[in-house]
């Protein structure tokens, strides 16, 4: 990744880099919930992924949000991210 790649994120599926304008922000906020955040800026532990079926479908899979957030993560968030697509 380059020095200047101010905006560039990794998404947590495929492991490639992208511009955050592309990807998809999880956020897990103070409170312990974790919802899509559609500003991309939200306060919290933020997780990004593409909103390709295929990044999708691997984040349900091996449970990539589980890891990520070192907590049980409830199926409807990614429930709600499908019908989005």
């Known amino acids: 990744m380059p020095n200047n790649a101010k905006n560039l994120r990794m998404c947590v599926a495929c492991r490639q880099h992208a511009d955050k304008s592309e990807l998809?922000?999880?956020v897990k906020t103070k409170d312990?919930?974790?919802?899509i955040d559609e500003t991309k800026c939200a306060d919290g532990r933020g997780v990004w992924v593409h909103g390709s079926a295929?990044?999708?479908q691997k984040l349900a899979k091996k449970k990539l949000l589980n890891s990520a957030f070192r907590c049980a993560v409830d199926e409807s968030i990614l429930e709600g991210l499908n019908?989005?697509?």
């Not at 312990?32 to 919802?35: E, F, P, T």
């Open 32 to 35: 312990g919930k974790i919802r």
């Open 83 to 85: 019908e989005r697509l």
């Open 54 to 56: 295929e990044c999708i």
């Open 24 to 26: 998809i922000r999880f």
